[in-house]
């Protein structure tokens, strides 16, 4: 009998070929997150369900465990899983599976050398370890962990911002929003793109009206107020600065010394956490981290917030 699609789509096939009688579809792909309520299965599989959120957040960690528990009440008498995904936290939705079995990139061979030691240069040693290696380095000696959320966007309101630019290179553009809560706590907000900051003014103004952000500050030296500038063309108010402080100096201070007061909105980017938490006086790349620790240092030195004026 010659194969003959009955049905195809980006998420259903079905043929002629199917020996059961049960009616439903033969492949069935479905996000994780999707109602599974009514569906059954011989086999599952599930592919990189863990992600780099599971590495960040504990919330996101135990959710994706409950997804996957749930998975096992679709899947029939006799059938099987098959899992595939790479392990980011020691706690996440892997250490539940049961037969695990790891191929790093050593036992494959699939990767020379040569380029191996080219991704270890490209990007942190955790980062490395958990990609590559399927091992979790030890946090003991890090600078900042454990990052705290939180979904009330509305905590934020009211804020002040910062941008650390980028113009060319390997740098990247951030945008950090942070407001002090009368409990102490520093409800914080971030986002990165590797990109010019000319093409990211678009989603950092964005962010800011639904965020309902003040004052923007930024840096002058590189760009001889540039930025400043175009800022205060697309209506916001500005205070851009002179740097002089060694930038290890500022975030050891500023953002270790403030870290366990900031509580994140669950929607700042994950590469944006990420950066912070693999953050060193060594770190190849510290734009989160450095946007993050300006702001904590304009808002001591302020002490006083720049509302919203008129919008943006």
């Not at 002629?16 to 599989?45: E, F, M, P, R």
């Not at 091992?135 to 959320?149: R, V």
Request: charged content about 30%; aromatic content about 8%; glycine content about 6%.
């Amino acid at each position: 009998m010659d194969l003959q699609l009955i049905k195809a789509n980006n998420s259903e096939i079905h043929t002629n070929l199917c020996t059961s009688a049960k009616g439903a579809v033969q492949i069935l792909g479905l996000g994780i997150g999707t109602s599974i309520t009514g569906k059954h299965a011989d086999i599952v599989v599930t592919d990189d369900i863990v992600n780099l959120k599971d590495r960040i957040s504990k919330a996101e960690r135990e959710k994706t465990k409950i997804q996957y528990m749930e998975l096992q009440n679709i899947c029939n008498r006799g059938g099987r899983f098959i899992n595939t995904g790479t392990p980011w936290h020691k706690e996440d939705a892997i250490s539940i599976m049961p037969n695990v079995r790891r191929y790093d990139c050593y036992s494959t061979g699939l990767i020379t050398r040569n380029k191996l030691e080219d991704l270890r240069q490209s990007m942190s040693d955790s980062l490395f370890s958990a990609n590559y290696e399927l091992k979790h380095i030890a946090d003991k000696d890090a600078m900042f962990k454990e990052p705290k959320f939180t979904a009330e966007e509305t905590l934020i309101y009211n804020g002040i911002s910062n941008i650390d630019a980028a113009y060319d290179g390997e740098d990247g553009t951030a945008f950090t929003i942070f407001k002090e809560a009368a409990d102490g706590h520093i409800i914080g907000f971030g986002k990165r793109w590797n990109k010019h900051v000319d093409d990211c003014l678009t989603e950092i103004q964005m962010h800011h009206e639904r965020l309902r952000a003040g004052s923007i500050s930024c840096e002058k030296n590189a760009d001889k107020g540039y930025l400043a500038k175009e800022l205060r063309g697309l209506g916001f108010s500005v205070n851009p600065y002179s740097e002089s402080m060694n930038k290890f100096v500022k975030i050891s201070t500023y953002l270790r010394k403030n870290w366990s007061r900031i509580i994140w909105l669950e929607d700042t980017d994950p590469e944006y956490i990420n950066e912070i938490l693999d953050y060193s006086e060594f770190a190849e790349h510290d734009d989160s981290p450095d946007s993050a620790a300006s702001l904590l240092r304009n808002m001591e030195n302020r002490n006083t917030y720049n509302p919203v004026k008129g919008g943006i």
